[in-house]
């Protein structure tokens, strides 16, 4: 099985292949793979300029806007100062005015001066530096051949990094995990140097040559981590350490962050001294060839070895693991372990389709973070409504600063004076209140979108500012401030979000709008009605159409039918003319008796809906049970006009359940979307993506109140839900409310 192509934006380039220490754990000198003997020492010119000019074209050929090269050995440093200016003038020349290039060295630190620093410094090379911990622990492996420590030598040299004129080039320390180490004294230590980055990193092993666990425990390696991640978060996480940061992304629905975890492609691939193009360095761990390719920057271009068998099989996701993987609810997490990790060379399956022989190691580490952060992880909207109403302002005001910040000069004097407009209405308290009302209105946020797409261009960017100004009148006018707005209108018409529809003129133009007792005084600046008075903006009076609200089951309060706003065609069905008296009359009525079954079939549901339920929109060809949900604020739902009381209680129901977890989905991440997995549902045959699984199971749920059959495999698909990979913490949240609410 192979997938796309994908090209390489991390290269291992080998610029020395000995090295000054003997540590025992090393990969390339004490593991299967001994092709180091038949290396040259240094990387030559020639290798040196067909690398450049490879991985250049591959760049091109790609449209890549970065590219990272890692100068590795051996040990680097023993290249000597000439030979590394040579690399990377060499790299800097190729990429000029084509790519980003990243530089970046990986080191033992024994030979690192300011001779390497200033040459670095010249050409933003980066430095990372290996080193266990403290004294002990890094003695443990990292020794001289005659068995001296390079302890001291490493802190000199990561000293020397620290200091203020190199600080910048500091990428961070790795750490080679060893269960016989204390933790917290290797976390001490290296937290001591104030690294940027901590990597922690296990050592190289497979099936055929397992880690050791010196007291036999299946999760020795996931233990001392844990360990470490527990003093980490007591000492309040003062430096960032990968695997940590990789295993509460994808816990949260985010990527991996780093190539020994997650399901992402990998794309990085390795030049030897001899220009032998590899795949990644690791594999020295399984047998003797394991990395090789066939290819060489002399004769191969870096695509070809992107299509490699070896290559393609670590891009293939989900796919590119074991069954046993593929089954396992955390490995969107562990991603199966790196790759090398999963040699066996022998059993019923591929070399490589076995799980890593770091399997329960992974498996407890994900759960052990998990069980230790899931409280803090859980968004708060996932457990209160009231938190997911606060998440849904909060990200509209958030899309209205990405506006202001997008639209920039490109709007010109008009812009500007709304922005202050706007910062000062927000100043006050009651203007605050008033404009996060309107900013609660669902299609503001549709308008804000459509905004967002305008703002690009010059005319675009016109036509947003002259919008903006409905919005803040609107706002004015509920807070009641004295404060006048300069608002535009078309066709004669003005619609205030929220609030209603005034008929001003027969064309385009201006007015001044200001608030005048309990209503507002509008003032044309041209055309027949050259000034109309609102006394009441609830009521309806000459040249003003209030929003209507319909009132439900006893009540003063309910949703508000919302048939004028301009912004109200954001549904996947047309939006209905504005419905005359006669028609909201019966409409609300029926509304009013949907609201009592729902009350009657399903109690404490109407609880659920009333203030977070806001606007009924009517739209045109829907079936009376199919409401709609668009893209638009929490609160809207598209319904049909028609249908009976019956009809419109199952979709007020339905729809309400699908706008709540479209909000959800809005403000937090639920599940991963990156996966290719497929779910059986119990009520249909063919396998369905996670979404749509959690959403037909989340609205069954609530329909179960009309007809228990709604309810039949409900269960079981809450044991589905529970047991897949892409779940995140919030959504695990989610599922264990639904079954606690089943």
Not at 75 to 93: D, F, H, I, K
Not at 277 to 291: M, R
Not at 324 to 332: E, G, I, M, Y
Not at 377 to 385: D, G, N, T, Y
Request: hydrophobic share 40%; aromatic share 6%.
């Amino acid at each position: 099985m192979t997938g796309p192509l994908v090209p390489f934006r991390e290269i291992v380039l080998k610029v020395h292949s000995r090295c000054d220490l003997a540590c025992d754990h090393c990969y390339v000198y004490e593991h299967a793979d001994q092709s180091w003997r038949t290396r040259p020492k240094t990387i030559s010119d020639d290798v040196i300029f067909r690398t450049a000019q490879r991985l250049a074209e591959h760049a091109a050929t790609h449209a890549l806007p970065s590219v990272s090269v890692i100068l590795h050995g051996g040990e680097p440093l023993l290249a000597g100062p000439a030979r590394l200016r040579r690399v990377c003038e060499e790299l800097t020349s190729a990429f000029e005015g084509l790519a980003e290039l990243d530089l970046r060295i990986h080191t033992n630190g024994l030979q690192l001066s300011p001779r390497y620093l200033d040459l670095f410094d010249e050409f933003g090379v980066r430095v990372g530096i290996s080193l266990d911990g403290d004294r002990a622990a890094n003695d443990r492996h990292r020794r001289f051949a005659d068995g001296r420590s390079s302890h001291p030598l490493v802190l000199k040299a990561v000293e020397l990094l620290r200091q203020e004129r190199y600080r910048h080039l500091y990428l961070g320390l790795l750490c080679t995990v060893d269960v016989e180490n204390d933790p917290r004294a290797v976390l001490d230590a290296l937290c001591e140097l104030e690294p940027p980055l901590i990597d922690f990193l296990l050592p190289h092993a497979t099936w055929d040559d397992p880690p050791s666990r010196p007291d036999g425990s299946p999760t020795a390696y996931a233990d001392w981590l844990l360990a470490v991640f527990d003093h980490w978060r007591e000492r309040g996480g003062p430096v960032p350490v990968r695997l940590f940061s990789s295993v509460l992304s994808t816990l949260s629905g985010g990527p991996s962050l780093t190539e020994s975890l997650g399901l992402a492609p990998t794309d990085l691939v390795v030049v030897e001294t001899d220009g032998q193009l590899e795949q990644v360095d690791s594999l020295k761990s399984a047998y003797e060839g394991a990395a090789a390719t066939g290819f060489d920057v002399f004769t191969h271009a870096f695509d070809e070895v992107a299509a490699h068998p070896g290559v393609q099989a670590r891009q293939l996701g989900l796919a590119g693991v074991s069954e046993t993987c593929r089954r396992c609810p955390v490995v969107r997490s562990c991603g199966g372990g790196l790759y090398t990790h999963r040699y066996r060379s022998a059993g019923p399956s591929g070399a490589f389709d076995n799980p890593s022989v770091y399997c329960a190691d992974l498996e407890a580490l994900v759960r052990g973070i998990e069980a230790r952060t899931a409280a803090a992880l859980v968004a708060p909207a996932v457990a209160e409504p009231v938190e997911l109403l606060a998440a849904q302002q909060d990200l509209t005001r958030t899309l209205l600063a990405r506006l202001n910040a997008d639209i920039g000069r490109r709007g010109g004097e008009r812009w500007e004076a709304a922005w202050e407009l706007a910062t000062a209405i927000d100043a006050s308290e009651e203007g605050a209140r008033g404009l996060g009302e309107v900013l609660a209105q669902p299609y503001t946020r549709s308008w804000l979108l459509r905004a967002l797409e305008l703002a690009q261009e010059q005319p675009g960017a016109a036509r947003v500012a002259r919008g903006m100004s409905a919005y803040l009148a609107a706002a004015v006018v509920r807070a009641g401030l004295d404060l006048s707005v300069r608002v535009t209108f078309s066709d004669g018409s003005l619609f205030l979000p929220g609030l209603g529809e005034l008929r001003i003129a027969d064309a385009h133009g201006t007015a001044l709008l200001r608030v005048v007792e309990d209503g507002f005084l509008v003032r044309a600046d041209e055309g027949d009605r050259a000034e109309l008075c609102v006394a009441r903006p609830e009521a309806a009076a000459p040249g003003w159409r209030p929003l209507r609200r319909l009132v439900t089951s006893g009540s003063t309060s309910g949703p508000v039918l919302d048939d004028l706003d301009p912004y109200r065609d954001c549904f996947p069905a047309p939006a209905a003319d504005a419905l005359d008296e006669g028609a909201f009359a019966d409409l609300e009525a029926r509304v009013g008796e949907a609201w009592r079954l729902i009350e009657a079939k399903a109690p404490g549901r109407t609880a659920e809906m009333n203030g977070c339920l806001t606007t009924l929109t009517p739209l045109t060809g829907l079936v009376p049970t199919e409401p709609a949900v668009g893209r638009h604020g929490y609160g809207a739902l598209g319904i049909s006009p028609d249908g009976s009381a019956d009809e419109l209680a199952f979709a007020l129901v339905r729809g309400f359940r699908r706008a709540e977890l479209r909000a959800l989905r809005d403000v937090t991440d639920l599940y991963a979307a990156d996966g290719s997995w497929k779910h059986r549902m119990p009520w249909q045959e063919e396998p369905v993506p996670f979404s749509r699984l959690l959403a037909d199971t989340y609205e069954r749920m609530a329909l179960g109140a009309f007809d228990p059959l709604f309810l039949e495999g409900v269960p079981q698909a809450l044991d589905t839900l529970e047991g897949a990979a892409e779940l995140t913490i919030s959504g695990k949240q989610l599922v264990d409310r639904m079954r606690k609410d089943i």
